[in-house]
């Protein structure tokens, strides 16, 4: 039965819930939706159920990575400046660039949007950027729930997570273990703060529209536009890399910054050493540091700096990752390096 059919309820919509305009956004997003799907997805947005068949071919293990996560404050931006289709490429990224740390494939997406009141055009916009954010990281977007939740949230804001699923051949597995004093740390540059921190980013600038308005001569545009800009995707140029390169391990640079996400892929008695003249800090995080007068230690506790993923190898293959990297249309360039100890990250 096609959506929505016979199906309206006069006491709901005086409760501030109008179920048509849910089928609404469903009819506005499938366009969106179709856009990513690949071959192993079964049936089309609507279901009870997300249905997707999994390629195993030529693995002797497949094991299934998951993650979830959200947007964050970064969606007090988009709310303030009326701009919707960006925040659900940083959904997605949140969850497909944590589950390709471990060497997995992303497979399916799934997203869950809450609002207040459920705008089909605005929802819809949203859906857009997730599509967006699927296809860069070649997921099907298999389904996702719209929650309209009047007195929770107010009607113009809306929050969104997502949940992706990747799959990996143990085998091939990312082996953090094996990592060694010597081993050579490789940078990909991010696209500017991503989506963490922002907390802190609205209490330095007393986020509103006015300032979110103003043009700084360092970004080259508003501090909106900048800081709106969506979270990088880094699924396909990893894959190509892990293809070509015996990668150890990769650390996914989000909320707590270096000091929190590298020691996360260090086994015990193993300490990142990185040049603080090495790291390349994009103009927002200069902005940010010199507006609020924070600490450049809580600056890197915090922020991504400029490095969106940080990739570990042997040193004989340091040069070769640059260089896959590079051609995979990343800034990728020498970090630091691996030495004996216990300090997790020593930037010095």
């Keep these: 039965m096609e959506h929505g059919k016979n199906s ?37 947005i609507g279901g009870f159920g997300g249905l997707f068949a999994l390629d195993v071919k030529g693995m002797e293990e497949p094991v299934l990575v998951s993650g979830t996560d959200g947007v964050g404050t970064k969606l007090k ?12 490429i940083d959904c997605v990224a949140m969850c497909v660039n944590d589950i390709i740390c471990c060497g997995a ?13 459920n705008v089909p ?17 070649d997921a099907a977007l298999v389904g996702g729930e719209t929650a309209e939740m009047p007195g929770f949230y107010p009607e113009d804001e809306y929050d969104l997570a997502g949940f992706a699923v990747g799959i990996v051949d143990k085998k091939k597995i990312l ?25 802190l980013v609205r ?23 900048t800081l709106l800009t969506p979270t990088r995707i880094y699924v396909k140029p990893v894959l190509s890399l892990l293809e070509q390169v ?24 193993i300490t990142a050493r990185i040049p603080r003249s090495a790291v390349q800090v994009l103009p927002i995080f200069d902005l940010i540091a010199r507006t609020g007068n924070i600490p450049e230690r809580d600056m890197f506790n915090t922020f991504n700096m400029g490095v969106g993923m940080i990739v570990s190898v042997a040193p004989e293959y340091a ?17 630091g390096e691996l030495a004996e100890g216990d300090e997790g990250v020593i930037i010095e």
């Excluded at 006491?11 to 939706?33: C, F, N």
């Excluded at 979110?212 to 501090?223: I, R, S, W």
């Excluded at 990668?247 to 996400?261: L, Q, R």
């Design 77 to 88: 931006l988009a709310f303030l400046m009326n701009r919707h289709n960006t925040v659900g």
């Design 246 to 269: 015996p990668v150890k391990a990769i650390s996914h640079i989000t909320g707590g910054g270096f000091y929190e996400n590298i020691p996360r892929s260090l086994p015990s008695g």
């Design 175 to 199: 082996k953090p273990d094996s990592q060694k004093a010597g081993d050579v740390l490789v940078a990909i540059a991010s696209s500017g703060v991503h989506s963490n921190g922002f907390s």
């Design 105 to 117: 494939k992303p497979q399916c997406f799934l997203d869950y949007i809450a609002c207040g009141k």
């Design 203 to 225: 209490k330095v600038f007393d986020i509103n529209e006015k300032t979110l308005a103003h043009q700084f001569a360092d970004l080259g545009g508003t501090l909106g536009d």
């Design 121 to 137: 055009e605005r929802i819809a916009d949203i859906v857009s950027g997730i599509a967006e954010g699927c296809v860069q990281s």
């Design 8 to 44: 309206y309820s006069e006491s709901y919509k005086k409760a501030g819930v109008d179920v048509t305009a849910g089928y609404r956004a469903v009819e506005l997003m499938k366009q969106h939706v179709a856009r990513t799907a690949t071959k192993g997805v079964l049936e089309g």
């Design 319 to 335: 040069d070769r990752a640059v260089a896959a990297l590079k051609a995979a249309g990343e800034n990728a360039y020498i970090l």
